[in-house]
Nanobody
Framework: QLQLVESGGGLVQPGGSLTLSCAAS????????IGWFRQAPGKEREGVACIHGTGGGTDYADSVSGRFTISRDNVINTAYLQMNSLKPEDTAVYYC?????????WGKGTLVTVSS
């Protein structure tokens, strides 16, 4: 059964760092593009970062470029989102996502709160 499980969220002060994890099971993560999305209260879900399956190229939303880094560990089938220089506007529930054929799979999310 395909599953994505996010972890690593929490409360952090502005300027701080967090690393989110997305543990994948039921498929081989390195063969597919993995995305990180976030949804702030009262706002639509938005894409944050993506790592492509073949070659491992990455893309970032303008709002996080230069501060966030997406990566993966193929041995343990896990993707990561390293978040630095966090801002209050980064507060949201963060989700990882994979699309395989005609189906899109989401984890349940992990809450990141940036506040002093």
């Amino acid at each position: 059964q395909l599953q994505l499980v996010e972890s690593g969220g929490g409360l952090v002060q502005p300027g701080g760092s967090l690393t989110l994890s997305c543990a994948a099971s039921g498929f081989t993560l390195e063969y597919y593009a993995i995305g990180w999305f976030r949804q702030a209260p009262g706002k639509e879900r938005e894409g944050v970062a993506c790592i492509h399956g073949t070659g491992g190229g990455t893309d970032y939303a303008d709002s996080v470029s230069g501060r966030f880094t997406i990566s993966r560990d193929n041995v343990i089938n896990t993707a990561y989102l390293q978040m630095n220089s966090l801002k209050p506007e980064d507060t949201a529930v963060y989700y990882c996502n994979v699309q395989i054929l005609w189906s899109t799979y989401w984890g349940k999310g992990t809450l990141v709160t940036v506040s002093s």
